[in-house]
């Protein structure tokens, strides 16, 4: 259906229908724990874990409203019967399709450590461990445009050479064509990771008797270093 925003009249677009009522996600946990006594007094032990998120979102097809994106149509532009220059025209893209977005995310983390008690002092407990974690992501979306591809697409017919196809926002729906979806839409890649490695040492234990009870002591010491580094899609950056 087509609307028109100066007389109001005409049945304006229903993007509503064409999301998700229920957002689609995958996800798979794998856990394991182990320890191991390596003597009386020292244990070894780990933890790792991954998880695997699979997800996405959907859209109404791409609007294009190009008073918004400050794109004119030009007298000159093939598909322009009126003449004259237009600075505000809207258009659903439907022929596209909706829009996608879709996260594939990996999540990984593992623990070794060691813990014991001092030897001849049984109350004095020890426990030295590394951890690492990783968390990597590729977020994919579909159902976008070039807007320096759409702005010549729009341009005089003389402008648009080359592997230009001029683009038709004036026809009905399926009126754009394949080619000039191609030459205007493109599908957008990032992707980006973080990294955490964390040293951690801890030993605490009873001192002396007080009167209330033992007097007891802790100390520790740990380290983290964090690290990431975020790649955007070339053509939204």
Same mark, same amino acid.
């Not at 951890?131 to 648009?160: D, M, W």
């Given at each position: 259906?087509?609307? %028109?925003?100066?007389?109001?009249?005409?049945?304006?677009?229903?993007?509503? =229908?064409? &999301? #998700?009522? $229920?957002? =689609?996600?995958?996800?798979?946990? +794998?856990? @394991?724990?182990? @320890? #191991?006594?390596?003597?009386?007094?020292?244990?070894?032990?780990?933890?790792?874990?991954?998880?695997?998120?699979?997800?996405?979102?959907?859209?109404?097809?791409?609007? $294009?409203?190009?008073? @918004?994106?400050?794109?004119? /149509?030009?007298?000159? &532009?093939?598909? &322009?019967p009126f003449g004259r220059d237009f600075i505000d025209v809207r258009r659903r893209f439907k022929e596209e399709g909706n829009r996608l977005y879709i996260q594939d995310i990996d999540t990984a983390r593992l623990v070794l450590g060691l813990e014991g008690t001092l030897p001849? +002092?049984?109350?004095?407990?020890?426990?030295?461990?590394? /951890?690492?974690?990783?968390?990597?992501?590729? @977020? /994919? %979306?579909?159902?976008?445009?070039?807007?320096?591809?759409?702005?010549?697409?729009?341009?005089?017919?003389?402008?648009?050479?080359?592997?230009?196809?001029?683009? %038709?926002?004036?026809?009905?729906?399926?009126?754009?064509? =394949?080619?000039?979806?191609? #030459?205007?839409?493109?599908?957008?890649?990032?992707?980006?990771?973080?990294?955490?490695?964390?040293?951690? +040492?801890?030993? &605490?234990?009873?001192?002396? !008797? +007080?009167?209330?009870?033992?007097?007891?002591?802790?100390?520790?010491?740990?380290?983290?270093? !964090?690290?990431?580094?975020?790649? =955007?899609?070339?053509?939204?950056?």
């Amino acid at each position: 259906p087509s609307g %028109n925003s100066d007389s109001g009249t005409g049945d304006l677009y229903n993007y509503q =229908p064409e &999301n #998700y009522l $229920l957002t =689609p996600q995958r996800r798979m946990t +794998l856990f @394991s724990t182990g @320890s #191991y006594d390596l003597s009386s007094s020292v244990r070894s032990y780990f933890e790792a874990s991954y998880t695997n998120r699979r997800s996405r979102q959907k859209l109404a097809p791409t609007p $294009l409203f190009i008073v @918004s994106e400050g794109i004119s /149509v030009s007298k000159d &532009n093939q598909y &322009n019967p009126f003449g004259r220059d237009f600075i505000d025209v809207r258009r659903r893209f439907k022929e596209e399709g909706n829009r996608l977005y879709i996260q594939d995310i990996d999540t990984a983390r593992l623990v070794l450590g060691l813990e014991g008690t001092l030897p001849f +002092l049984d109350s004095w407990l020890w426990d030295g461990s590394f /951890v690492y974690g990783r968390t990597s992501a590729i @977020s /994919v %979306n579909q159902g976008r445009f070039i807007k320096s591809r759409v702005e010549r697409a729009l341009g005089a017919e003389s402008g648009c050479t080359g592997d230009c196809v001029a683009l %038709n926002l004036f026809g009905g729906e399926g009126t754009i064509t =394949p080619e000039m979806l191609k #030459y205007i839409g493109y599908t957008g890649i990032a992707r980006g990771h973080s990294d955490q490695r964390i040293w951690q +040492l801890n030993l &605490n234990g009873d001192l002396f !008797e +007080l009167p209330a009870g033992m007097a007891a002591a802790a100390v520790g010491y740990a380290f983290r270093e !964090e690290s990431g580094a975020y790649i =955007p899609d070339p053509i939204t950056a």
